[in-house]
């Protein structure tokens, strides 16, 4: 693993064009991939990426070209393998946010829900093909320390405080999770999403 060099810690969006690049899961993958390790986040090849997410490494090209192009991520390195040119790619950004500017804005809400739906559909795709692959412990397996865990909470009404503590206390797991060492030759690979928001009255 190297370091990302120059990458942001955490990169706001505020353009639509960025916004639309991020809004294909496929795109999503590739820039969940490279983020992972936080600070040793990977530095990978075209073929990498590919084998790393079971794709073909042809469909990734325009994908990378559009993420590059984004400034979401950047060419580490070139080298030459086997009298080819092969670029290596990393992050620009360990973790990426929109502006509320660009969420409100009632003529970018279609491309938003685009975004978000590319999100959903990148962890649902991997889901279901780990679980078509009996590779993720479900029914009375997943009552293991190591099962599918996947739940909706009811809506609650707590004071802004203690909505705020449980929002650091969110965030403070998925540092976690994102920091977690991933060269472990024994470890097994864990997928996380959270989703959680809070309702107020705009000023």
Known sequence: MQQPA?????????????????????????????????????????????????????????????LEAAGLIQVAETRLVSGIQEQRYRTAQLAFTLSRDLVTNGSSSTEFGDTLAAVFSEFHTELIGNLSAGRVPVGSEAETPLGLLIGRGMVTRVSPGRAAEFRRRLLALQTEFDTLASDDPSGIPMHLLIGWYTVTEPE
Do not use: N
């Open 6 to 66: 120059g990458a942001l810690p955490v990169r706001v969006i505020t353009d639509l064009e960025t916004m639309r690049t991020l809004s294909d899961p496929t795109r999503i993958a590739i820039l969940r991939l490279l983020m992972s390790g936080g600070r040793s986040a990977p530095v990978m090849s075209a073929k990498e990426i590919a084998t790393a997410l079971s794709e073909p490494q042809t469909k990734l090209y325009r994908h990378l070209k559009q």
